[in-house]
């Protein structure tokens, strides 16, 4: 098997990734319902509801806990890598948040022409976190257990 196709074959990054985009997707929904109005924009902003970041990682862990067993070393580190993330999610880049927005009111304030606007929706709230975590298994596995890679898919597709 090629190299291209063992990286087509490979279900856990293919349905984990896809969760991912399905996270990013979900944001154009809870924004809608949230302000009322439709910003396609907001898939490719950090932030949000849910974390897509959370999504991919906690897919990627089920997938790999389903794949190797739930007692393998790798599925440790895989969900010690998914805390990590969901950690540095809604504590440190939700915090680096928070002071973008008190450095963009001070610099208004100091000088309202100042062109200093940092971004302020860096992470997400505990709650944003949990729903990715969520969504990343509930992709992935049924993904991996019902259709398999997507070679599969390809193969479905072409025969």
Request: aromatic share 12%; proline share 4%.
């Amino acid at each position: 098997m090629s190299e291209f196709s063992a990286f087509l074959n490979n279900s856990i990054l293919f349905w984990s990734l896809l969760s991912c985009l399905f996270a990013q997707f979900f944001k154009i929904i809870f924004n809608f319902f949230s302000t009322g109005e439709i910003r396609f924009g907001i898939m490719f902003e950090t932030g949000g509801m849910p974390s897509s970041h959370s999504a991919l990682i906690t897919g990627a862990s089920s997938g790999i806990g389903f794949q190797l067993g739930f007692d393998s070393p790798i599925f440790a580190l895989a969900i010690a890598v998914s805390l990590i993330v969901m950690y540095d999610a809604s504590g440190v880049r939700k915090s680096a948040g928070i002071q973008a927005a008190e450095i963009n009111k001070l610099s208004k304030k100091i000088d309202p022409k100042s062109q200093v606007n940092l971004k302020e929706t860096l992470g997400h709230t505990k709650f944003e976190v949990i729903v990715g975590s969520l969504l990343g298994p509930l992709i992935t596995l049924p993904g991996i257990v019902f259709i398999g890679s997507p070679l599969n898919i390809f193969d479905f597709l072409i025969n």
